[in-house]
Each structure stands twice: as structure tokens, then as C-alpha cells.
């Protein structure tokens, strides 16, 4: 055999078969595979872990926003309210502040002094409430985390934002230390009274689409 021969020969012996796609060992595709496929899954487990943090993280900082605010409904008691000291409001104030976007705190705020925020509930003590902005009021359940507004959606659902403005304005409400001279003094000025049948379907359209403020204003 001639040296080209016999180099051809060795060419063929270490070749993986067209038929099958196996060296003459049968392990080489095999190790190839899993260098392929190893990169791929340690990708997809790193980015599941990321969205694993970011979740925990949001938790987390949701948990200390309702501590805030179970601090300041702490003031309340059976027979009407204590004082908040300054120190404690300014503290709870500034623990909001590092926890949400401070237009979100600001707003909120005013939403409460301006007596923004009704309540809505039918005879038998089922209740939501309606949070009046600017052109429309829009639905607030009050437990759980839920606002019929816009910015409530594409925010707080889908990129992660803690809550709305009209939220943190129903639960500052409900919470309402009243200190004299707080932003917070205003607390739930309204409360509307509706039969269960006028309740559903008032609620029903709530969900639906929000109400325009003069709307609002009108509900018995």
C-alpha cells in the first residue's frame, strides 16, 4: 500500500458514517451534543433565577410598604384616633418615599386632602371604592391589589411596580392618622349607599370601563 493509500485508509477509519452520524468510537456526536446543549440550559436556568429574584425582591418590598401603612392605621383606635408623633409620620412618609415613585406618593396624597376618594357599598356591607381623578374615577377593591386605571396595568402588572396612585390614595384613606395640618387629614369624605341589584351592576360597569367624574359625582 502506497503512503497515499494508507493515509486515505486511516481518513475513512476515523470519519463518522453518512448513514448513521457515529465515528467509528460511536461517542464523538455524542459529546458534541452535550457541549451544544449544556450552554443553552445554563442559560435558561440563570434567567429563570433572575425572574426568581426580581419576584422575591418585589415581594419583599411589597411587604414593607404594608407594614408602613399598618403603622400608620395603627394610630387608630376604638374610640376614634391617636396622634401620630411627627417623627413617626415623617419616618412612614419618607418609608414611602424610598418604596414607590414619589409622583405616585404625591398624587396620592392629594387625591386623600382633596377628599378624592368614595366609598361604595350596598346595604348588605359588600363595598369597592371609586378614586376621582381629573376626567374619570376609577375602581379600587379594598382588599388584595387592584385599581381599574391604566397605569395600574401597564405599571404595576406588567413592569412591576409596587402600586397606583389611587391604591396607595384608598389605603392612606382607610389608614387616615389625623394629625391636624397632615397631607393624610382628610380620610373617606364620602360614602354612597346602594341596593345589592344597583351594587352588581354599578360595579359591573366599574370594571368595564372607568366612570367620568361628573358620573361619579352623581351616584346615590
Given at each position: ?6 493515509a ?40 429563570l ?32 384616633y ?53 376626567k374619570f ?84
Amino acid at each position: 500500500m502506497t503512503a497515499l493509500a494508507a493515509a486515505a485508509s486511516a481518513l475513512v477509519a476515523t470519519t463518522p458514517s453518512s448513514g448513521t452520524g457515529l465515528s467509528a468510537g460511536g461517542t464523538a456526536p455524542a459529546a458534541i451534543a452535550s457541549v451544544a446543549v449544556q450552554p443553552a440550559t445554563d442559560s435558561a436556568s440563570a434567567a429563570l433565577g433572575a425572574r426568581a429574584a426580581v419576584a422575591g425582591a418585589r415581594v419583599q418590598r411589597f411587604k414593607a410598604l404594608q407594614d408602613v401603612l399598618a403603622t400608620m392605621s395603627a394610630a387608630r383606635t376604638v374610640s376614634g384616633y391617636q396622634q401620630l408623633g411627627q417623627v413617626d409620620l415623617e419616618a412612614c412618609l419618607a418609608s414611602l418615599a424610598a418604596l414607590l415613585p414619589d409622583s405616585v406618593v404625591q398624587q396620592a396624597l392629594h387625591l386623600v386632602d382633596a377628599g378624592d376618594v368614595v366609598c361604595v357599598r350596598s346595604r348588605l356591607g359588600r363595598r369597592f371604592y371609586e378614586v376621582r381623578g381629573k376626567k374619570f374615577a376609577h375602581m379600587v377593591l379594598p382588599e388584595g391589589l387592584y385599581c381599574s386605571c391604566p397605569y395600574f396595568g401597564r405599571r404595576v402588572l406588567e413592569a412591576g411596580e409596587l402600586c397606583c396612585k389611587h391604591w396607595l390614595a384608598v389605603q392612606l384613606a382607610l389608614a387616615n392618622p389625623c394629625i391636624p395640618g397632615a397631607s393624610i387629614s382628610a380620610g373617606i369624605t364620602v360614602v354612597s349607599e346602594l341596593a345589592e341589584d344597583n351594587f352588581a351592576e354599578h360595579a359591573r360597569q366599574r370594571l368595564v370601563a372607568p366612570a367620568s367624574v361628573v358620573g361619579a359625582a352623581d351616584v346615590a
